[in-house]
Each structure stands twice: as C-alpha cells, then as structure tokens.
C-alpha cells in the first residue's frame, strides 16, 4: 500500500524558510512525479511545483519561482520543499502527491497524481 507522509511544517515569520520532507513507502518503481500542492483556508488546491525522479522540475506556480526548491532522495524514497523568502500567501496546508509512472507535466491537475499525503501545515506569521 502506497503511502505518503508530510512532515516539517510549523510556524515562521515572513522572511523566513522552512524545508518540508516527503516520505513515500509502498511501492518500487523509479519512474514517477511528485507534485507539492498547497491548500489555504478558502481557496482552491494550488499545485505549486513537480519532480519527476528522473531530476526535471516542473513549477506550476509563478508566485513561487526563485523562493521554492524541490529535492529527492529516490534511494530513501523521500522528497524535499525548501521554501524561503516566505510571505503570508505561503501559509496553507502543503500535500504531496505521486504520480506512479508518468513524469511531470505542466498545468496537471488533481486527477494526474494516484496518491496523496495528509499534509502538514505551514503558518507565516510575525
């Protein structure tokens, strides 16, 4: 059973950085996406950025570009979102989601990817 765990959100002051991880067990292809996507209390599920785990990079939010980087340890099977420079529209819940088999492709939406994490929650605040 594919599962995919979030872990190091928590709170940060504007300006500031946090890096997310990505733990996903449960299966043993080497091709896939991981996409990060992030939800804030009364807005629409935004995807922000995608990794293939052949190393392409896919953002799919401009806000973002030159603030977030992803990463991935395809051997640990855990993927990283290092966020910096973070601004207030940056708070929400942040999820990851794998597509099993299929790279990163712009403008995806929530139907490309076959799994999804619970998420953990990133707050900017002073």
């Known amino acids: 059973q594919v599962q995919l765990v979030e872990s190091g959100g928590g709170l940060v002051e504007p300006g500031g950085s946090l890096r997310l991880s990505c733990a996903a067990s449960?299966?043993?292809?080497?091709?896939?996406?991981v996409g990060w996507w992030r939800r804030a209390p009364g807005k629409e599920r935004e995807h922000v950025v995608c990794l293939t785990s052949t190393g392409g990079t896919i953002y799919q939010t401009d806000s973002v570009k030159g603030r977030f980087t992803v990463s991935g340890d395809t051997a640990k099977n855990v993927f990283y979102l290092q966020m910096s420079n973070l601004t207030t529209e940056d708070a929400a819940d942040y999820l990851c989601?794998?597509?099993?088999?299929?790279?990163?492709?712009?403008?995806?939406?929530?139907?490309?990817?076959?799994?999804w994490g619970q998420g953990t929650q990133v707050t900017v605040s002073s």
């Open positions: 989601a794998l597509a099993i088999g299929r790279p990163c492709r712009p403008g995806t939406n929530e139907q490309y990817y076959d799994y």
């Open positions: 449960g299966f043993s292809l080497n091709y896939f996406g």
